[in-house]
């Protein structure tokens, strides 16, 4: 009588919907790929080692279950934190630098980029959290991975670009603040002081931007070729029981469905 009652008239779900199953005692999720559903339980196969997991249906139901596939775009955050002598100029800088990564890729991700500071602790770093969303609902895991991580590595080349610092700076002693000491004699410093004059360490200086130019440009081509992402991918493939709607799927209508023996009715599931 439970299973009739989850399976036909809850229906929290569908064959091929990837879902969060929570403990009632515990907060963390597992993540699921609804593979096979009766009357008596339920076949579950787990993201993260791929077995197959089976519930009963009358143990389900005391679960909390969250449908990943049928809430639409899905918004993942991260938090970051950087020293408190950072300027809101560099912070704005950041935000620009986000804002065309994700124009520039409207196929994976909403144009919209939340960046907030949510915190000031110890008085020596500001917490940042950065917020996207993503235009698939993660029911293809490898898909949804290949993006996050895609987003990932522009943040991190934003961060490097602007640059911002981590709590604390940058320690003396680093390639960023060098530290050393040298003892020279008269004829030596003479000669240091000539080719200053002379503009020597002007030429060095252009050269050595050069390098970190070349430098750089090999370091985007290979974030670039990481970060791509397959095209067998992002081909579509049915993976839910539930009817798509043609021509309906835009800003407010996100995750609605065809209802179940209603012709034409629309709801939100």
């Not at 519930?55 to 950087?82: D, M, W």
């Not at 940042?128 to 698939?136: E, P």
């Not at 960023?176 to 200086?205: C, F, H, V």
């Not at 209508?253 to 034409?264: D, E």
């Amino acid at each position: 009588m439970v299973g009739c009652i989850f399976v036909f008239f809850e229906h929290p779900f569908d064959i091929g919907d990837r879902v969060q199953v929570y403990n009632m005692s515990a907060s963390i999720a597992t993540s699921c790929i609804v593979k096979q559903q009766s009357l008596l339980y339920t076949v579950f196969q787990r993201i993260d080692n791929q077995q197959l997991l089976q519930i009963t249906n009358e143990r389900l139901i005391q679960k909390r279950i969250e449908n990943v596939t049928r809430s639409g775009a899905n918004r993942e955050t991260r938090s970051i934190f950087v020293d408190v002598r950072t300027t809101f100029v560099d912070i704005m800088h950041l935000r620009t630098e986000l804002e065309a990564f994700l124009k520039a890729n409207p196929r994976d991700y909403m144009p919209n980029l939340g960046l907030n500071v949510i915190d000031v602790a110890e008085l020596n770093k500001i917490e940042i959290r950065v917020a996207w969303i993503h235009k698939n609902n993660w029911s293809n895991e490898p898909l949804r991975a290949k993006r996050s991580g895609r987003f990932m590595c522009a943040l991190v080349a934003a961060i490097r670009k602007v640059p911002i610092m981590r709590p604390g700076g940058v320690p003396l002693g680093t390639e960023e603040r060098p530290y050393w000491t040298a003892q020279i004699t008269n004829s030596e410093g003479k000669e240091i002081l000539e080719k200053k004059k002379a503009g020597g360490p002007m030429l060095l200086d252009e050269e050595a931007r050069r390098k970190r130019e070349v430098a750089r440009e090999k370091e985007d081509a290979a974030r670039e070729s990481f970060t791509k992402v397959p095209a067998s991918l992002t081909e579509k493939k049915a993976v839910t029981t539930g009817a798509d709607l043609e021509g309906l799927v835009g800003p407010g209508v996100v995750g609605m469905r065809n209802k179940a023996g209603s012709g034409n009715g629309l709801y939100y599931p």
